[in-house]
């Protein structure tokens, strides 16, 4: 495995070779590497497990917050998730050579455009060292090298977990340098990594809106953000208000440090009485800070409720912390999720089937949710194994970034000599 104790153009370099060999390699071989990587870190567990104590342990001292702890905490649990999600994708059809479209012209030439891998896909990421099998697992598969750039507070985590998934892929024929770390962590090394583009074809950050600035100022390579989310919860009047409870809980409580989960809570006005008093108090008892608009604290019923300033509309807090407003319709709703709203994920909870179909139609998001949790949006949970991240862009991919997503197409023309008259 390469690692940048020398120079972040020397690992591209590497990663481009071994991408050209990645290419062509049988999906036997590659699924052989999965299953390889997953036994591996379930053997290095424990190993694991101490590198991140000590990330954990520096990332306190530091004053991290609880959520970002949460980010960068492993246990057993999730190491185990990591292993089976390589397993996972070894199961999947692999995309490499998928025939898109076929054709042949009236002249006899045979047109068929397949997919190809992209070549060097770079993943900058912060605090989640589950991206790093993630990553390289679903590079791997789709015929990519990669190259890794993690956060320093995730540093030995990540070091151990592409150093076993490293050795494991090349036991079982990858060739070297198709999963590489970049250790250094100074802003210089984004930048150098960021205008790589004789050696990487894509880069794709996950993390907040300071990576994302500096990547917009210095990079020359494409790049997919895989974006913040500020989501979003709406109540419509047609709402069975037991199964929007469930659902208002679950998008902010189950994991709130992470961007899938709501942050704004929207409730139309004809159902505010009736719902307000429980889903506030059920969120005051789960931990969650409220700030809401003057019509949600009237409906507070005694739950302490603070008043939203125009910057909560558009927070991602990624704590327990969540926004309520009351709006006076379906269109006053998607208004505020257009104004307010990242395109990550939104939800509509509702028993009338034009309105879902509205809210489906109008909303501009990657993800659209008729009476279902926003924390849904995530590679695994659609199928793909595990995703690089979410991208909220409309160009080349949208939504979950799995293997499909980390392939481009080719066109590949057959004749018998012919010539263009």
């Not at 409220?290 to 604290?297: I, K, Q």
């Not at 489906?360 to 993800?367: M, N, P």
């Amino acid at each position: 495995m390469a690692i940048a104790a020398t120079s972040v153009a020397e690992v591209c370099r590497g990663a481009k070779r071994a991408a050209r060999a990645l290419a062509t390699l049988d999906t036997d071989v590659k699924n052989s590497a999965l299953e390889a990587i997953a036994a591996a870190l379930r053997e290095g567990t424990e190993e694991i497990l101490e590198a991140n104590r000590s990330d954990l342990a520096a990332a306190r001292d530091a004053g991290l917050s609880e959520a970002l702890l949460d980010r960068l905490a492993l246990n057993e649990r999730r190491v185990e998730a990591m292993a089976a999600g390589a397993s996972e994708i070894a199961r999947l059809a692999d995309p490499v050579g998928e025939l898109l479209e076929e054709q042949v012209r009236p002249n006899g030439l045979r047109i068929r455009k397949v997919l190809v891998p992209l070549g060097v896909v770079a993943v900058v990421y912060e605090a989640r060292p589950n991206v790093t099998i993630d990553a390289s697992a679903l590079c791997l598969k789709s015929g990519n090298a990669v190259v890794l750039r993690g956060s320093s507070s995730a540093a030995a985590s990540n070091a151990a977990l592409a150093a076993i998934a490293a050795r494991a892929a090349e036991s079982a024929g990858v060739p070297e340098g198709a999963i590489s770390i970049l250790t250094g962590g100074a802003r210089e090394e984004l930048v150098e990594l960021a205008t790589q583009t004789r050696y990487v074809d894509l880069i794709i950050p996950r993390g907040g809106e300071g990576l994302k600035a500096a990547l917009l100022e210095h990079a020359t390579v494409p790049v997919i953000f895989a974006a913040s989310g500020n989501c979003h919860v709406y109540v419509d009047a047609a709402a069975d208000l037991e199964h929007a409870q469930a659902i208002t809980l679950n998008a902010k409580v189950q994991r709130p440090g992470v961007c899938n989960a709501a942050e704004t809570l929207l409730v139309h006005r004809d159902v505010a009485a009736a719902f307000l008093p429980q889903v506030l108090a059920a969120l005051r008892d789960a931990g969650v800070e409220l700030r809401g608009d003057a019509r949600t604290r009237e409906c507070a019923a005694g739950v302490e409720v603070a008043p939203a300033s125009e910057a909560d509309w558009d927070s991602e807090y990624l704590a327990l912390t969540l926004a309520v407003g009351v709006v006076d319709s379906l269109e006053a709703a998607i208004e505020h999720i257009s104004a307010h709203g990242t395109g990550h994920s939104e939800t509509i909870v509702t028993q009338d089937q034009l309105a879902a179909r509205r809210f489906q139609l109008e909303v501009d998001a990657a993800c659209v949710y008729v009476n279902a949790s926003t924390r849904f949006t995530d590679g695994g949970e659609f199928g793909m194994g595990a995703e690089i991240g979410n991208s909220t862009q409309k160009l080349h991919a949208r939504g979950p970034i799995g293997l499909r997503e980390l392939c481009a197409s080719k066109y590949l023309v057959e004749g018998d000599g012919h010539v263009r008259s």
